[in-house]
């Protein structure tokens, strides 16, 4: 119990340090792009000038702008004013988006999970068969394949040919669904992958064969003692695996037109938005940051032999 | 040639005596496990019978690769299957035939009546669990009790082979352990549920040679007091003489010479056992003589064997030995038990026999 | 150590029988052949189908991704936007520069190409009958920019480089005019779609090596630094690794990506001769090194104090030398691995990024952007298939044979590992 205190505490110092120097570089860049609102350069009419100036604060020396927006962050969570959408804030955006993406991405997950766990256990149980070839092609092609390319060909079949799902829209679970099986689909496939070899590797271990010696029925031996270790590689990819869906959900927002954080955050890059970009570019840090040591936790939970550090 | 003290012997031939019934709990009938590998097919095991009466020590002998683990797995169902496959033979425990049971037959006897140990401790018992866990497990299956009484009674067997702190320890995860530790708590799982017949697979190779006495030692004890039947498997000779009663010899896959443990230290009949017991250091001999080594290598199991598996190693090797294959035929025996060798030469006179 | 024995030993003068035995013995280990683990790896790897499929694939693919010019294929640019849209894959055959609109002399390449050639000599021959040095010259160099600009070549290719114009000119040497019919039909500006997915395949391959490179040799020397330093330095390089995989990169890059297509930037970046592209391989490579740099360092921590290091070290090598010649190569096996297993990924990420229109812009064509043309097609309701199954076939092909290659040398370099899976 103190091990795990002291360890969140610990990445919640490196988290602070990540965040810190994703945030100084993001300000720099953007200072620093010729062409932004913020650059001499701009032709603007002087009355709409003033008031950008103003705005953000801009007749500041850049030190003193840095350590305010800094300031603004870290005491009021105040991400600042989007440049391109007028009368947003970047909170609001990301307030906004934020139920939809995430929802969209912890479903992917779990469909990830549950589906990639099956496959992997069945296939490396009945390792060699046709439904373990048939299987493990699938996981291939599902890694193989782009999910944009998936996604529209999901979309084609379920939604024109055979419409069992709504083209676009959110709220149900039934438009939440396609999107989130489409998203998740290579993740299953790569954890399919990997628990099969874990499964595998496990097997072949030599404390399996005690636990059969001991005259435990094929099932318990499976589940209790060759489990647990198959999914130790699972865990530790789930951090990956959370970043990998949070890029694959910039195209599907797109592909689906879902009104995430992901679409916004591709128009607010492409439009040169820099605030609301760097809004969601710390953000999603600070996410990936907590998953990453979420498994971190787990995988020591499942281990006892590893130690926290 | 250097032979064991007989006085070493006599012990433990004469306490098998007193506890060995007639009756065999084991029969092991000419089984033939074979394994296909990128090689072609490897007969691991070629033929093997043999016995175990209540309560004896049988003690399996060979190099690494003489099929004597394989012969033991197979028997528990344990041979992975492919590439493994037991081609032929039967082993009757109480009655009825390990091969042929079901999956769910043997889960009964395994555990329940044979128990196995295996030679890496560090690596034969779950990383992931607690020794309660592993130990609970068993007792919870096989004897169906509560997991009050499970704990309980692991406790006990913890405290039997001598664990300290025994409630303490039960919380703790395998790799908190020492090895000699371990394969103690290997054991007291083993024992866990009284099982007739123990098979221990090497339980000292992996374990420093003090550490390797006192398991042993455990080992006879807890014989003693439980009257459980021990198959040992082992490739030191040393180990044998001090605990077993009787000793199979095994090479590429074949018994090649069977006898009671005073008779086949006395007077082994085979040259392989010969080569073998000649390998054993000895405190006596003169010491600038060289450790003999048996020269060459084992047969490569995925070609056929014609003749004598042994003949290319064999100094006493006459034309004969390269076409017939040499079957156990009965020698003199110097203990109670008959003493069988499969060579066609007499190694005392070094001449063919008839 | 057997085959090093000197041949000469069973002849010395034996001196008694435990020579006689150690002659023996010796003989008997010459007998037992040594295999280096790579003929042994290569052995295994062989008699493995799908990985030796997929080799074979990848070389082909390899050397058609190198020869593409050299094929006889429709131009992946030329557009013909009344005749030839969304035409489904046919055999019909095309004669290059043959369609409406298109100016060249008969309808063939090889008649234009004559015509343009002898137009060319003419007004050279011209310009150089001029007396005036310098003034002929300027026009010479003027004339020749010119040229260049109107070769026959440059309307049906994009952005030919010197090497691909010869292999060009070979083709057309060999095939004349003729050009494979649109196999694969063709797009919705009725350019060949096969034509274009062997250019894309051209293009995505490079990407995908050249960005692995990169990311090989950043990833490999800091992990093998870090390993071989050990503590402290080990300490702060890995934990500066955990921190880098906690920042969602692909927004990172998605921003660089932008800050570099800034016009302002890109002027910048030209006066330096440096390419987009360029600057695209650096920014993937330096994404995808972290796990690279991981895996290296493990390797590394556990043959630091091997044998041979230690040999190293005591006669004296520098650290670096010691790192990059005997601790490095022996890393190759997982880092080969690794390799096949990095290049799928960026490949996936460049069709992501050209997706998204970040990536490879137009006329270059990619695999990601002819996926993005053929699910943009797939929106219509009439079905034009073939506008991204092709693309969409070709790329999965590629990742599905690099997926199998990895797993086919993982379990033959690691043969442990090969008996459990």
């Known amino acids: 119990m103190k091990d795990i205190l002291s360890y969140t505490i610990r990445r919640f110092g490196w988290m602070l340090l990540t965040v810190w120097a994703v945030y100084t570089v993001s300000f720099v860049l953007m200072r620093a792009v010729p062409g932004n609102p913020f650059s001499s350069e701009r032709t603007v009419p002087p009355a709409i000038e003033r008031q950008l100036r103003a705005r953000y604060n801009l007749d500041a020396p850049p030190i003193e702008q840095y350590t305010d927006y800094l300031v603004g962050i870290v005491t009021r969570g105040d991400l600042g004013v989007s440049i391109r959408l007028e009368d947003y804030t970047v909170n609001e955006v990301l307030a906004e988006g934020f139920p939809v993406s995430a929802s969209l991405a912890i479903l992917a997950l779990v469909f990830a999970l549950s589906l990639g766990v099956t496959a992997g256990v069945v296939s490396a149980v009945y390792r060699g068969s046709v439904g373990d070839l048939a299987l493990m092609g699938t996981a291939v092609l599902g890694i193989a394949i782009p999910n944009f390319v998936l996604a529209s060909l999901a979309i084609l079949l379920f939604v024109f040919i055979i419409p069992i799902f709504p083209a676009a829209g959110w709220g149900t679970l039934r438009q939440v669904a396609l999107p989130a099986l489409c998203l998740g689909a290579p993740v299953a496939a790569y954890i399919a992958r990997l628990t099969r070899a874990g499964m595998l590797e496990v097997l072949g271990r030599e404390h399996v064969r005690t636990a059969f010696a001991k005259g435990l029925p094929k099932k318990t031996v499976i589940l209790k003692h060759v489990l647990p270790g198959a999914l130790l590689p699972v865990v530790s990819y789930l951090g990956p695996a959370t970043a990998s869906v949070l890029t694959g959900s910039l195209v599907l927002e797109k592909i689906f037109a879902l009104p995430g954080i992901g679409s916004h955050f591709i128009y607010a890059a492409t439009q040169r938005d820099y605030t609301l970009a760097m809004g969601m570019v710390l953000t999603y840090t600070v996410l990936l940051f907590v998953m990453n040591s979420l498994v971190d936790l787990s995988y020591a939970v499942i281990d006892p032999r590893v130690k926290l550090q | 040639m250097t032979q064991t003290d007989p006085q070493n012997t006599t012990t433990a031939t004469e306490s098998s005596q007193t506890k060995s019934s007639d009756e065999p709990i084991l029969r092991v009938n000419d089984l033939h496990v074979s394994f296909k590998t990128d090689e072609g097919m490897v007969r691991a095991v070629r033929g093997v019978s043999f016995d175990v009466r209540a309560g004896e020590t049988v003690a399996i002998v060979g190099e690494s690769g003489s099929g004597k683990s394989v012969t033991n797995l197979a028997m528990m169902g344990l041979v992975p299957k492919p590439p493994g496959n037991i081609d032929s033979g039967q082993a009757f425990f109480g009655g009825r035939d390990l091969l042929s049971m079901s999956d769910r037959g043997l889960q009964s006897v395994r555990g329940r009546h044979i128990a196995m140990i295996f030679q890496d401790p560090m690596t034969a018992l779950n990383p992931l669990m607690t020794v309660e866990q592993q130990l609970t497990e068993m007792t919870r299956l096989h004897l169906s009790l509560t997991r009050h009484d499970a704990r309980k009674r692991a406790i006990e067997m913890l405290g039997l082979v001598g664990i300290t702190a025994p409630e303490k320890r039960l919380r703790d995860y395998p790799h908190q352990f020492s090895g000699g530790m371990r394969q103690r708590v290997m054991i007291a799982m083993a024992l866990s549920c009284e099982p007739e017949l123990l098979i221990a697979d090497e339980p000292t190779t992996a374990l420093d040679v003090t550490i390797q006495a006192q398991i042993m030692e455990l080992l006879a004890d807890l014989q003693a007091r439980k009257g459980t039947a021990i198959v040992l498997i082992t490739h030191d000779l040393g180990v044998v003489a001090g605990v077993a009663d009787r000793v199979l010899v095994m090479y590429a896959g074949r018994i090649v010479e069977k006898a009671d443990v005073r008779s086949l230290f006395a007077a082994p009949q085979h040259p392989y056992t010969i080569g073998l017991l000649g390998s054993l250091p000895n405190v006596e001999s003169n010491r600038d003589e060289p450790l003999a080594a048996i020269p060459g290598q084992p047969p490569d199991l995925s070609q056929p064997i014609v003749g004598c598996s042994f003949r290319d190693r064999c100094e006493h090797r006459f034309e004969r030995c390269q076409t017939d294959d040499p079957i156990l035929t009965p020698r003199e025996s110097l203990g109670s038990e008959p003493h069988l060798a499969a060579c066609h030469a007499d190694v005392n006179t070094g001449e063919t026999r008839q | ?421």
Not at chain 3, 121 to 146: G, M, P, W, Y
């Open chain 3, 1 to 421: 150590m057997s085959e090093s024995t000197p041949p000469s030993l069973p002849s010395r003068p034996v001196a008694g029988p435990d020579e006689a035995a150690l002659a023996r013995i010796l003989q008997e280990s010459r007998e037992i052949r040594g295999v280096s683990l790579w003929q042994d790896a290569w052995r295994r790897l062989r008699r493995n189908r799908p990985a030796m499929a997929s080799l074979l694939f990848l070389v082909t693919l390899m050397l058609a991704a190198i020869f593409t010019p050299l094929l006889p294929l429709q131009s992946p640019v030329d557009k013909d936007l009344n005749n030839r849209r969304f035409l489904p894959p046919n055999f019909d055959t095309v004669v290059m520069g043959s369609r409406d609109g298109l100016k060249f002399e008969d309808g063939r390449l090889t008649s234009q190409l004559a015509k343009y050639q002898a137009e060319v000599a003419e007004e050279r021959a011209e310009i150089l009958a001029i007396e005036d040095v310098s003034k002929r010259t300027e026009r010479l160099e003027a004339f020749d920019n010119r040229a260049t600009v109107e070769h026959p070549f440059n309307q049906l290719w994009n952005q030919l480089g010197p090497v691909a114009f010869t292999m060009c000119r070979v083709r057309v040497a060999i095939f004349g005019d003729w050009a494979v019919p649109s196999l694969f039909g063709t797009d919705k500006l009725g350019r060949d779609l096969l034509a274009r997915v062997f250019w894309g395949s051209r293009v995505s391959l490079v990407v995908g090596i050249v960005a692995t490179i990169v990311s090989l040799i950043i990833g490999v020397s800091y992990g093998a630094i870090a390993g071989y330093l050990g503590g402290t330095v080990d300490a702060v390089m890995m934990r500066i690794v955990d921190m880098l995989y906690s920042i969602p990169f692909i927004f990172v890059v998605i921003f660089l990506v932008t800050f570099l297509g800034e016009d302002s930037v890109k002027k910048i970046l030209d006066q330096y001769g440096i390419e987009q592209i360029t600057i695209f391989y650096i920014i993937i490579g330096a994404i995808y090194w972290l796990t690279m740099s991981r895996v290296v360092r493990g390797q590394v921590l556990s043959l630091r104090h091997e044998q041979f290091v230690e040999a190293a070290r005591t006669v004296g090598a520098s650290p670096a030398r010691i790192i990059f010649r005997h601790v490095v190569p022996n890393t190759l096996g997982v880092v080969i691995v690794y390799l096949t297993l990095t290049i799928p990924s960026v490949m996936l990420f460049e069709a992501f990024l050209s997706f998204l229109g970040l990536g490879v812009s137009p006329p270059d064509v990619s695999l990601g952007l002819l996926l993005n043309d053929g699910v943009e097609a797939l929106s219509i309701v009439k079905l034009f298939w073939w506008v991204v199954v092709f693309p969409g076939a070709a790329l999965a092909l590629t990742l599905f044979a690099l997926n199998f290659l990895g797993d086919g040398l993982r379990d033959a370099l690691d043969p442990k590992m090969k008996n459990r899976s």
